[in-house]
């Protein structure tokens, strides 16, 4: 005696497909729609346990619904030469309305009320262009987040403090030579009374000297702190 059509209608409905790259666990998903007024006790099977987990392998899907199931490849190593020979299977029947134990119940089917539904696997790659188009997408994404004024207003910020920075160096660099100018004078007098107030003069210039360093490197900063404040928004 032939077997009940399938009442179950699968997406898809004959194919698996598993992108790689399959060096992690990848998971492919499959939707069983139940379009009768009856619930219908199913079973997903394979023809390689070690290497898929199925959640759920079974259960009832009440009349006039839906689930996914999740079918999840382990990974592997991937010969592009070699292809997929692993095979799904769907089985399904109309469950009693006085089930009570649904193992019971597939161990009692008749043949003849038993269905089911094959599908293959397919193992796909992606193309060296679609990695391409990945990597290009995430900078243009990340810049999105800021329109032409923003950009416009760090640039000329940037541009202000660079020239800020520029200056307080000219000046710093004068304060020094300054400084080894008035070094060779104190060095070149002979007076005792006049060593104590040229090196005060000395130090004096030295405390400049350094303060313009610190507001420089002060000034550095705050450009960093605009720069990545302004991308973090």
Request: charged content about 30%.
């Amino acid at each position: 005696m032939a077997r009940t059509e399938q009442v179950l209608v699968l997406e898809p409905q004959h194919e698996l497909k598993f992108r790689g790259p399959f060096t992690d666990v990848v998971t492919a998903t499959l939707k069983l729609t139940n379009p009768t007024d009856r619930n219908v006790c199913f079973k997903v099977k394979t023809t390689a346990p070690r290497r898929y987990c199925v959640r759920p392998n079974s259960g009832i899907i009440d009349a006039g619904t839906s689930i996914n199931v999740s079918v999840m490849l382990q990974p592997f190593d991937y010969d592009p030469n070699e292809k997929s020979k692993h095979k799904f299977m769907v089985q399904s029947m109309l469950a009693p309305y006085d089930m009570t134990d649904m193992e019971g119940v597939w161990k009692e089917a008749k043949p003849e009320e038993l269905m089911d539904s094959k599908l293959r696997c397919a193992f796909e790659m992606p193309l060296e262009n679609d990695k391409t188009t990945e990597h290009s997408v995430l900078p243009k994404s990340a810049s999105a987040s800021l329109d032409d004024g923003e950009v416009k207003k760090i640039m000329e910020e940037c541009k202000r403090l660079q020239m800020e920075v520029q200056r307080l160096r000219e000046e710093n660099k004068q304060i020094r030579e300054d400084d080894g100018l008035r070094k060779r004078k104190v060095t070149s007098m002979a007076a005792p009374h006049s060593s104590s107030s040229s090196t005060m003069a000395t130090s004096a210039m030295r405390d400049e000297g350094l303060s313009t360093r610190l507001l420089a490197l002060c000034v550095l900063f705050f450009v960093i702190g605009v720069i990545v404040g302004k991308l973090a928004l």
